[in-house]
């Protein structure tokens, strides 16, 4: 049977007016508020359909502009609701369509960590379904197994999207701009005398987590200043660079710091002007007690001069007693390890054991040591993938790229032994949008460039 032109503009027009008639009839009988969501859901559907690249923009801006709910809680922490985990889903289903109607998107790039990924995946999730025949996690685990999942999406929209050296230039510069405007709003928090956080961390803010992204950007600008030559965008790295150190300092975080300390010393070691970094260590260090504000002074003191306060409570090691929450953070290693050796493969899933303020360990008593390698072995692809394309790369922005990315993933390396840096995920889904964007500068230079 033929189906002539008419016919199908008959069917046509009935499909819109059926569709425009449900759409009339549920705003008629919806409350504002959740018409205006749905209605935001069904542009940035559109919008992901016509236009991934449009799609990701809202995602960069989402990933630390967006407010949490709390949707459900454990005894030990909160399951949250951010706009992006609306987001990466219906970005997905807009993506998903795209590819099924253009067959020649593929589905996923093969890229050198789609194995690495999958592995960690599958011990996350392996661990917690064994803590749930257990009854040792509940609901609340698969829940914190699909955060995860969410970081890795990033990443594969971003490889799947991603082809031209002008989107990896666009993409950047709008991670910037998030950065400074996170800067800016963490700057004005000083004057409280509090710990600076980012927007929507809630009443205590996590000043740690701000820290951790914070170091993640300084890291990209410096690898970025290295390389570009042009005055102008030199100039603007070097003023976000410093405008991001600002709040850094204040958000008192002594894991943040540490990081900053590795991540230098890689670029000390790595970098361009290697000679340029020694001599500013060299200069700079002395003069740190006078030159730093008074509250980060303060807590550096309280840091490497620690005095006894409670002794019952505190961690002695010779004369040094560590403060209160670095030796609670010892006493909970000591435990996880003592409580590890009793479920030492699998561990006892996400959620399923008590709170642990230090990613290794957390992994280890949560996943066991095969989630534990399976993320030290993600890690070290991630690294080792970086430090070849940088022998490899010839567009100075690339270079500057995949050298910060290198930088950042060594600080968060170091920030992870006294946070849980790599399922936080202000930090993680900047971090792997990134790798995202360093995966594919091999793959444009190859294609596109040469």
Not at 20 to 36: C, D, E, G, N, R
Not at 346 to 373: A, H, N
Request: proline fraction near 5%; hydrophobic fraction near 55%; charge should be neutral.
């Amino acid at each position: 049977m033929v189906i002539d032109t008419a016919d199908q503009k008959k069917m046509l027009f009935l499909v819109l007016s059926l569709f425009l008639f449900l759409v009339a009839a549920f705003i008629a009988t919806s409350p504002p508020i959740l018409t205006l969501k749905v209605f935001a859901g069904l542009t940035i559907l559109v919008l992901s359909f016509l236009s991934v690249e449009i799609a990701l923009y809202i995602l960069i801006f989402s990933m630390l502009l967006s407010p949490e709910i709390v949707v459900a809680s454990t005894p030990v922490r909160e399951v949250t609701l951010r706009l992006e985990d609306l987001l990466i889903p219906i970005i997905g289903v807009g993506w998903l369509a795209r590819m099924a109607i253009y067959k020649e998107l593929g589905l996923i790039m093969k890229t050198p960590l789609n194995r690495p990924i999958m592995y960690y995946m599958v011990a996350s999730l392996l661990s917690t379904l064994l803590g749930m025949i257990t009854g040792r996690v509940g609901l609340a685990g698969p829940l914190f197994v699909l955060k995860y999942l969410e970081f890795f999406l990033v990443y594969f929209m971003v490889v799947n999207h991603v082809n031209r050296p002008e989107q990896v230039k666009r993409f950047v510069g709008a991670m910037i701009l998030v950065a400074v405007l996170i800067s800016l709003y963490a700057i004005s928090q000083i004057p409280t005398g509090e710990r600076v956080s980012a927007p929507f961390e809630g009443e205590q803010g996590e000043p740690n987590t701000l820290g951790g992204y914070l170091v993640l950007m300084i890291s990209l600008g410096i690898g970025l200043l290295l390389h570009l030559e042009g005055p102008r965008a030199r100039t603007l790295l070097v003023f976000s660079i410093l405008l991001f150190f600002i709040p850094f300092l204040f958000t008192l975080s002594r894991s943040s710091w540490m990081a900053l300390g590795a991540m230098y010393l890689f670029y000390m070691v790595k970098g361009r002007g290697r000679l340029l970094f020694l001599l500013a260590a060299l200069v700079t260090v002395p003069l740190l007690p006078f030159i730093l504000p008074q509250e980060v002074r303060q807590r550096y003191e309280e840091t490497v001069t620690q005095r006894p306060e409670d002794p019952l409570e505190q961690v002695k090691i010779g004369d040094y007693y560590f403060d209160l929450s670095t030796s609670e953070r010892l006493r909970t290693w000591g435990r996880v390890l003592r409580d590890w050796a009793k479920r030492p493969l699998f561990g006892y899933g996400v959620t399923g054991y008590g709170f642990v303020d230090g990613q290794y360990f957390r992994t280890l008593v949560e996943s066991g040591l095969i989630g534990l390698l399976s993320l030290i072995y993600l890690l070290l692809k991630v690294m080792g993938n970086l430090w070849r394309e940088l022998s490899s790369l010839k567009n100075p922005f690339h270079q500057g790229l995949v050298m910060g990315c290198l930088a950042g993933v060594i600080a968060l390396l170091a920030h992870a032994i006294g946070a849980n840096t790599f399922i936080i995920v202000r930090i993680m889904e900047p971090l792997w949008f990134l790798l995202g964007l360093a995966m594919v500068v091999p793959w444009i230079e190859e294609t596109v460039e040469g």
